[in-house]
């Protein structure tokens, strides 16, 4: 059964940085389209980013607008781990970040195109 579990998640100054991990278990994930939302309070699911993860290939990366330079998301294939570095963050990014994982979603930056999700991460950006 496939399990992703986050991890990473705090209380940041504006302006700080946090790195976000997502491990991933029950599968072998090759191909897989690994990928971060974010959804604050009263707000729809947000797409951050997705990747296409290949071990005999380079990264296939999509980045929502709002993060592209700021935000990078990584993978450790020995680990089966997704990491999502987030650098100058803003206050109005707090959220509960969550992993999210499809062998071939329909589209990368819809929620319900992701069948496994994680439990979610809580990052809080103070001003």
């Known amino acids: 059964q496939v399990q992703l579990v986050e991890s990473g998640g705090g209380l940041v100054q504006a302006g700080g940085s946090l790195r976000l991990s997502c491990a991933a278990s029950?599968?072998?994930?090759?191909?897989?389209?690994v990928g971060w939302f974010r959804q604050a309070p009263g707000k729809e699911r947000e797409f951050v980013t997705a990747?296409?993860?290949?071990?005999?290939?380079?990264?296939?990366?999509n980045y929502a607008d709002s993060v592209k330079g700021r935000f990078t998301i990584s993978r450790d294939n020995a680990k089966n781990t997704i990491y999502l570095q987030m650098n100058s963050l803003k206050p109005e990014e707090t959220a509960l970040y969550y992993c999210?994982?499809?062998?071939?979603?329909?589209?990368?930056?819809?929620?319900?195109?992701?069948?496994?999700w994680g439990q979610g991460t809580q990052v809080t950006v103070s001003s």
């Open positions: 999210a994982a499809d062998k071939s979603p329909s589209s990368w930056s819809a929620a319900n195109a992701y069948d496994y």
């Open positions: 990747t296409r993860w290949s071990r005999w290939s380079l990264p296939i990366t």
């Open positions: 029950g599968g072998s994930f090759n191909n897989w389209v």
